[in-house]
Each structure stands twice: as structure tokens, then as C-alpha cells.
């Protein structure tokens, strides 16, 4: 295993990796399968060294029920505002579901030029977590008048979780724990987040200045796992500038989370991205995020070959370090989610 100093500094490219061999039905060959996965995970762990994203590809998920989400959400993002506003985010209440208006979420205190839904597992009233009021659990809000968006949205979520834990065995894997090791402490029953963004098609401004749709940012749990429509925009922050992180076809960009860059004391580190919609047209995206139990202490791996805590605070993009925060990851994701809707904040929390 290479134990040198971890760094994402300087790259150029992202690399592309098939996992077909995580993501293997269980019929196949156990030595065959082993193998092949051992040789996934040294790739994945060398991206998540390196640059923090790394494409996938061979992971399995219908193109077809892809192709159908992406066709329902330009359906409704193609509605009049008073329409989308029928499942807005105060609906939602605690669960933080629901539809928001372009420039209604913020990155670093400014407004993004997007617009989106928000979603997570579906809980009914009658789930322990809804009934306790814990913030982040419970039912989502679905466009009335689009009768497939509900099942749809909800298969994609089934397949993506099923990836989630494929892709968190490789990561087990390629830090040399065992592969159950993130399911039996932290994701047997995930933190389950995910978003349809719209970006709308805009001009550059008179005075010259940068409009993002997303601006500088590292995500806040573990894994992140995006499908992007054809439109591009999408850029990762290295030490050789800003590198595009293009649309390949039949795959998904992932990358790490501040979690993962907290558990493995800065060897695996989050890095910063951005998101600018310079196409002629909308641009669809469709992050979902893989993230700890909402209740889970998110502690530093204790791993012999990693000495002591790489905390890069002066030279990430908030200034803040991952590695000092004390108390549960449900904790700390609020923080960082009533900064994201301050306005919301006040009414639910």
C-alpha cells in the first residue's frame, strides 16, 4: 500500500474506473470476483488520493430509468413558477423536502444561480424518526400533476443507494478494512440526500462578474455520486487551475465528502468544485449523496500506516477544518445545511 504524503494538488485529468466487479452478482467466481475487486478498489483509492472524483462506469444502473428521470424533471422545471412553488421547501417542514426558486439556496453566503428539488428516503408518519421529529426523515413532496415523477424518483433512489454501499466496500477495500467496515458503523442505514438541480442558460453580465450556478465548495458527508445531463459545467479545483470534468456517456461523476476526508484523517481529501452553465440551453444535474447515519459519531479511522492528522485548514476553501468538529454527523450536517437555507432555518429548526 502507498504510504506516502496523500495530496490532490496537481492533476489533469479524472480518471475513469469500472466497477463492474463491485457491483458483481453473487453467482460469480468468489476468487475471480475478489481479485477484481482488490485491483477496483487500489484505482479507487488512488483517485481518492489524488484528485477526490474519479468517473464510474459498469455500475449497472438502468439507462432507462436515468433517460426517464432526467425527461420528468425538465417536464417540471419547464412549469411556471407558481406551479413548481406547490411543493415548495416550507411544505416540507422539518424534512427538508421540496422544490426552491433560482437563487434561493446559497454557496459561501451567495445566492446560486439554479433551481431544484430536494429529496430523501421516504418515511411515513408513522416511522420512529419522523415521530421523534428528527430533522432531515420523512415524506417527500412530489409534482401532483406528473403521475410517474413519485415512482420514478423513488426507484432511482433504491438503485443509488444500492451503488452507495457497492462503491463504500470499494473504499473499504482500498484502505484495507474489511469490506463491511462503513456499513457495520456508519451506513447500514445511510443518510440518504438527493437533488435535482436546473441550471438556468444565462448571459455573461455587463460589469464582467462570474455568475455560478454552484460556486467553490466541498460536499459535506461521504460520497457523492452525480449524473449530469450532456450540457457540461461541471469543474474540480487543482493545483494546475480549474479542470473541466466533462459528461461521459453510460457514466457517473463521484467524488468524497468532508466524512470521508474526516475518517481517514486527510488521506482521502474532499476537494473543491464548482458549477457554471455556459451551454445554450438549461442544464440538468442529479447529485445524490451517500452519507452517515444521521445519529453516527463520525470518528478518525484508526489506520497504523497513517501518521497522526493531515488537516489542510489553511488552505481549504472555507478556512475550516473538518477534523476539529465534536458530535454526531447529524449535527454537523445541519450546520452546514441552515447556512445553505438560512430563511428555512428560522421556520423549522
Not at 468468489?30 to 477526490?52: F, L, N, S
Not at 452507495?164 to 484502505?175: E, P, V
Not at 468532508?258 to 445554450?280: A, E, F, I, K
Request: hydrophobic share 35%; charged share 20%.
Amino acid at each position: 500500500m502507498n504510504t506516502s504524503q496523500p495530496t490532490n494538488d496537481r492533476f489533469s485529468h479524472i480518471p475513469i474506473i469500472d466497477i463492474r466487479s463491485l457491483v458483481a452478482e453473487t453467482g460469480d467466481s468468489p476468487i475471480t470476483t475478489r481479485q477484481d475487486r482488490d485491483a477496483v478498489a487500489a484505482q479507487i483509492g488512488q483517485a481518492c488520493r489524488k484528485t477526490g472524483f474519479f468517473y464510474i462506469v459498469g455500475h449497472g444502473v438502468d439507462e432507462r430509468l436515468q433517460q426517464r428521470l432526467e425527461q420528468l424533471s425538465r417536464q417540471f422545471f419547464a412549469q411556471n413558477l407558481e406551479t413548481k412553488l406547490e411543493i415548495g421547501m416550507e411544505r416540507g417542514g422539518r424534512a427538508w423536502r421540496g422544490y426552491f426558486p433560482v437563487g434561493g439556496e446559497l454557496t459561501s453566503g451567495k445566492p446560486d444561480l439554479k433551481e431544484g428539488i430536494y429529496f430523501g428516503a421516504e418515511l411515513n408518519e408513522k416511522h420512529p424518526l419522523v415521530q421523534a421529529g428528527v430533522p432531515m426523515h420523512g415524506s417527500n413532496l412530489f409534482p401532483p400533476n406528473i403521475p410517474e415523477f413519485r415512482e420514478t424518483v423513488l426507484h432511482y433512489l433504491a438503485a443509488m443507494t444500492q451503488l452507495g454501499h457497492a462503491l463504500m466496500t470499494g473504499i473499504a477495500l482500498s484502505l484495507g478494512l474489511e469490506e463491511s467496515y462503513f456499513c457495520d458503523r456508519y451506513t447500514a442505514h445511510p443518510l440518504i440526500l438527493f437533488r435535482i438541480f436546473n441550471y438556468p442558460c444565462t448571459s455573461v453580465p455587463n460589469n464582467g462578474e462570474q455568475q455560478w450556478g454552484v460556486g467553490e465548495h466541498t460536499d459535506y458527508g461521504l460520497l457523492t455520486i452525480l449524473k449530469q445531463d450532456d450540457s457540461g459545467g461541471l469543474q474540480v479545483k487543482s493545483n494546475l487551475g480549474w479542470i473541466d470534468a466533462p459528461p461521459v456517456p453510460g457514466s457517473f461523476v463521484c467524488n468524497i465528502g468532508d466524512m470521508l476526508d474526516r475518517l481517514t484523517g486527510g488521506w482521502y481529501r474532499s476537494t473543491p468544485h464548482r458549477v457554471r452553465n455556459l451551454s445554450q440551453s438549461d442544464r440538468l444535474s442529479f447529485p445524490f449523496f451517500f452519507d452517515p447515519n444521521f445519529k453516527a459519531q463520525v470518528r478518525a479511522i484508526e489506520l497504523d500506516w497513517v501518521k497522526g492528522i493531515h488537516d489542510d485548514k489553511s488552505e481549504r476553501w472555507d478556512r475550516a477544518s473538518v477534523h476539529e468538529f465534536r458530535g454526531t454527523y447529524g449535527d454537523y450536517v445541519l450546520s452546514k445545511v441552515s447556512k445553505v437555507f438560512p430563511q428555512l432555518r428560522q421556520a423549522v429548526l
